[in-house]
């Protein structure tokens, strides 16, 4: 890359219309003058020095004079007017004429002395003069405006640089650059290899080469609710929804992962030995007296089970260095896992069905003791049945009453014959007197205490309340059996079911590692490491050179 000089340019146009002689030819140039000045109505810079110049008496110097005796002056005046020199020109002219020390009549005039001089008054080298700078050793100090030599001390060098030279400067500038930034390049290109490309290729040579084979073997299974046997409608309404197993199946997802499964199945299986063989790498072999702790790190890794909750699936696979001993570790997983879901609502099961037959039991022995209180009523009091004897009674009293109602009868008939029958009204007064007694026996039999152990109305109390007692202890079982029966049902409900949805299948092909994946992946991961590292170094360099 190359930058190219650039330099302001003062050279001006020269207009190539001609112009008048004479008189008329001395008026019209400064109306040309400030037609082609360029600086608007200000003043260009020194014009005010040189008109004071223009009104000192011309001093006499070989030059002057040498102008005076030539006749062919005007001539050279005439043939400069006709140049079409703009007022600028003429102006930076005189100036320069100042400068070397000649004292020109007019700007044309400053024009022919200085040619005569041999300096060419539109010289770039001669312009730039002008802006500063000491005047040449030759000039007069007569004919220049006082000047202090501490005037020009914060005035910029008004010295031109070589071309060369600054050409140069300018290659060796960017010679300069573009070492730097092939440095940087470098630098950086050192950089990504030590800290990017070298760890890629490490981590991509142990996966292509190093790394053990690994097989994953695939399974599924689902936690399945029983349905219940018998449900009414408003039962129906509470039953449980597709999503009621999420927490079995959660529970049996952690159970998997959990330590007690890694040590179960390094009692029935050996994993620690599987694991221990010396044909894997040393990066996924365990040590040989390996602890339970880092066997558990290893088996989160070679176990993955995974819950999906919205269609109530669990994915197990296990890696092992053989497809033959990956299966055998799934199976087993999986008859864990199964047991585990029996056990999660054993206990809900059992104190559900151990409350009911503790009920029904309960009410069992009562309605039994209500039974033998009743019988041994019956035994004591020799009456079977309350109602019974009252009834009895009743109707013995009741037979009674008629015969003695009979007889008063007779014996009123007897009595209203003027001449009765005496032994006849005597047999009906004894007959009276007979079932009168007997009724109030019979009668003394409800209310009375009796020699076999009390009254008929105490006896049929004991016997209503013992049977009373009775019918509501065989109630209360038959409810009691009704909740024993619904809690079994409820129990069986409870039940689940581990079903497998996809068999564990031993592979044919190892499933780890997949080289070109993670290979990519450690790219990726030590690219990241290292933009983030340099970004905050760039970040803080920054804050601190500010």
């Not at 040590?287 to 999906?308: F, G, H, I, M, W």
């Not at 009453?401 to 009979?406: A, M």
């Amino acid at each position: 890359m190359t930058t190219k000089a650039r330099i302001n340019k003062f050279r001006i146009r020269r207009s190539a219309a001609p112009r008048p002689e004479g008189a008329a030819a001395e008026a019209a140039a400064p109306s040309a003058a400030e037609t082609d000045d360029g600086f608007g109505s200000a003043p260009f810079p020194g014009a005010a020095a040189a008109e004071r110049v223009n009104t000192q008496p011309p001093v006499a110097g070989p030059a002057a004079s040498g102008d005076s005796d030539d006749g062919s002056a005007a001539a050279e005046i005439d043939a400069i007017r006709r140049e079409g020199l703009t007022g600028r020109q003429l102006r930076m002219a005189r100036r320069l004429a100042q400068r070397h020390g000649l004292a020109p009549t007019s700007d044309y005039d400053a024009v022919r002395l200085l040619r005569k001089r041999g300096i060419d008054p539109f010289d770039r080298a001669h312009m730039l003069e002008l802006v500063g700078g000491e005047p040449p050793a030759e000039s007069g100090a007569d004919n220049l405006p006082a000047t202090s030599p501490g005037g020009q001390a914060g005035l910029p060098s008004t010295d031109l640089a070589d071309p060369d030279a600054e050409a140069r400067e300018i290659m060796r500038i960017q010679r300069d650059l573009a070492r730097r930034r092939r440095k940087r390049s470098l630098m950086l290109f050192a950089r990504l290899l030590a800290f990017v490309f070298l760890p890629t290729f490490v981590a991509g040579f142990y996966y292509y080469r190093v790394a053990t084979p690994m097989y994953a073997t695939h399974s599924e299974f689902i936690i399945q609710q029983a349905d219940a046997q018998a449900m009414g409608a408003a039962a129906g309404l509470f039953s449980g929804t597709s999503l009621a197993t999420s927490q079995d199946s959660i529970a049996v997802q952690g159970y998997l992962q959990s330590r007690d499964a890694m040590l179960r199945l390094d009692r029935d299986l050996g994993f620690k030995r599987h694991f221990s063989d010396p044909r894997i790498d040393p990066l996924q072999r365990l040590p040989a007296n390996a602890t339970n702790e880092q066997a558990y790190k290893l088996y989160r890794r070679v176990v993955k089970v995974s819950y999906d909750p919205t269609e109530g699936v669990v994915k197990l696979e296990v890696i092992a260095a053989d497809p033959e001993t990956s299966v055998a570790f799934a199976k087993a997983l999986i008859s864990y896992a199964e047991e585990q879901v029996d056990s999660l609502t054993q206990r809900l099961r059992e104190d559900q069905m151990r409350g009911a037959r503790e009920s029904f039991e309960d009410a069992e022995r009562k309605m039994m003791a209500a039974q033998r209180r009743v019988v041994e009523l019956q035994e004591q009091l020799g009456v079977v049945s309350a109602d019974a004897e009252v009834s009895a009674l009743m109707s013995q009293i009741s037979a009674r009453e008629v015969e003695l109602q009979n007889e008063k009868l007779k014996l009123a008939q007897y009595l209203d014959n003027p001449r009765p029958n005496q032994t006849r009204v005597a047999v009906t007064q004894r007959n009276i007197e007979r079932l009168e007694r007997v009724i109030a026996e019979l009668r003394a039999q409800l209310t009375q205490n009796s020699a076999s152990g009390g009254s008929l109305a105490r006896i049929s109390g004991e016997l209503v309340t013992a049977q009373a007692d009775l019918q509501t202890r065989q109630s209360l079982m038959a409810q009691a059996l009704q909740l024993l029966e619904s809690a079994r049902i409820e129990a069986n409900r409870q039940v689940r079911y581990l079903s497998l949805g996809v068999q564990p299948v031993a592979p044919d092909e190892a499933t780890y590692p997949r080289a070109f994946e993670n290979t990519v992946l450690a790219f990726l991961i030590f690219g990241g490491i290292y933009l983030m590292v340099s970004i905050t170094a760039s970040i803080l360099r920054e804050q601190v050179s500010a």
